[in-house]
């Protein structure tokens, strides 16, 4: 008997991916997967209803917490694409590795998405799934079927689908970010209306501060009050999105090379991330913070590829790692006009003293602001020195 595992939601795509599976590739039976990584409850409602009307064999996998865990790493370098915070790229690679685990343990031969060939997660989930021996289906993809087709379908196989308005835009959800597409935001001149948010309010007047601790680049606390990931990050999205923080609206380069429109609201994302880069402001020096960044540019593209855990990646987190040994310490963030800025941070790896910055101390051991003069002297001088060797050769040449 063959056995498919499949990337399962309850909505059209999937549940259009059942039957074609069985009917069209020749499965015996379809296993329905669903990964909790912090999406709406009424998602698994949905996917739930559908697999006992399908008969489908269905699993439920909290992986929250290895979700949480890699949304932290993520922190930790700092890790954003074109101007927004990684969500659902971080989240495909955790998904597909939960469904890879349940089709092993239930002798599955293959493993099969939803997906169409034009979008992010066909590359994402299958960087995971290649790399057993596994076969991987997309049906979706392979037979270049349209929504349309699919309504047809499921309208002729009466498949347990809703078969009217499916919603105006495209949505994903997870513990980090709500993602939104589709409909009127596919022009660029579109302005979209405050109903595409549910995370987040339109920014007001008011303001409110709160601190983040931090030990070793890892969220610890919020206000002194210590915290798992997942609830630190769900208590952040619910006190930051009041105040409008958190929204993002980018033409985004896919993998593909197409550009799509797309809208974001990850509030928590948003105050770590500003919090972790004061931080670490305070505690590395210069070079350190240079460097990193070209660090971290590379570690987000990989995670937006879905590839976390290429051995690039690892070497990457190698510096990463050591850089964090000194990010521990506290931040205070200021929401306001829909930005989280940080207003103050201490931390005991500070490469910061008052006595050495202030212009109102005297000097401080060993160095004096005299000394700064031949500095001063020195600073320049090639550029000087060249700007008058061009002068004097070109007066030479008119003469």
Known sequence: MTRVALAFSGGLDTTVCVPLLEEEYGYDEVVGVTVDVGQPDEEFVEAEETADALGLEHYVVDATE???ELC????????TYQGYPLGTALARPVIAQAILDVALDNDCEALAHGATGKGNDQLRFEAVWRAS????????????LTRQWERDYAAER????????EGIWSIDTNLWSRSVEGGELEEPGHVPSEEIYEWTEAP???????EITFTEGRPVAVDGDAM????LVEHLNQRAGPYGIGRTDVMEDRLLGLKVRENYEHPAATVLLNAHKGLESLVLTKEERGFKRRVDDRWAEKAYEGLVDAPLVDALEGFVNETQTKVTGTVTVRFEGGQARVV??????AVYEAAFASFSTEDVGDITQADATGVAKYHGFQER??????ERGDAETED
């Open 72 to 79: 932290f790493d993520a922190v930790r370098a700092n890790a």
């Open 204 to 210: 007001g007047t008011e303001t409110e501060e709160v």
């Open 228 to 231: 798992d990931p997942v609830p």
């Open 66 to 68: 290895a979700f949480a």
């Open 158 to 165: 009466e498949l347990p689908v809703e078969m009217g308005n």
């Open 344 to 349: 103050g941070q201490e931390s005991p790896y």
């Open 133 to 144: 021996e596994l076969n991987v289906v997309a049906p979706i993809r392979e037979k270049g």
């Open 385 to 390: 020195f060249a700007n008058r060797v061009r």
